[in-house]
């Protein structure tokens, strides 16, 4: 079984910055993707971003020029830097890993989420 943690959340004002950070654990081969999407009240989850094993990244519009993904494969750890954050980024952010386990079969894994709240 694999746990998703999350931490970084919390309420900004329009303008700034947060962290979002996601660690991986538990019984792990390797990780191909990690990533971030996010759902607002009333609106379906949607992509953030995600990050492959070798670093190549892929951004939703509304991410791209403000969010930059990043990842730690040794600490199985992704993060979403997020600046310039507007009213509209109001969501809850959730981690999401495609896993390898030792079995040798890819299952996908979300956190529980991470609210983030921009005041205007």
């Known amino acids: 079984q694999v746990q998703l943690a999350e931490s970084g959340g919390g309420l900004v004002q329009t303008g700034g910055s947060l962290r979002l950070s996601c660690a991986a654990s538990?019984?792990?081969?390797?990780?191909?993707?990690m990533g971030w999407y996010r759902q607002a009240p009333g609106r379906e989850r949607e992509l953030v971003a995600t990050?492959?094993?070798?670093?190549?990244?892929v951004y939703a519009d509304a991410a791209k020029g403000r969010f930059t993904i990043s990842r730690d494969n040794v600490k199985n750890t992704v993060y979403l830097q997020m600046d310039s954050l507007k009213p509209e980024d109001t969501a809850a952010f959730y981690c999401?890993?495609?896993?390898?386990?030792?079995?040798?079969?890819?299952?996908?894994?979300w956190g529980e989420g991470s609210l983030v709240t921009v005041s205007s």
């Open positions: 999401y890993a495609d896993v390898l386990n030792l079995r040798g079969s890819r299952q996908s894994y």
């Open positions: 538990g019984i792990i081969r390797s990780i191909y993707v």
């Open positions: 990050i492959t094993s070798d670093g190549s990244a």
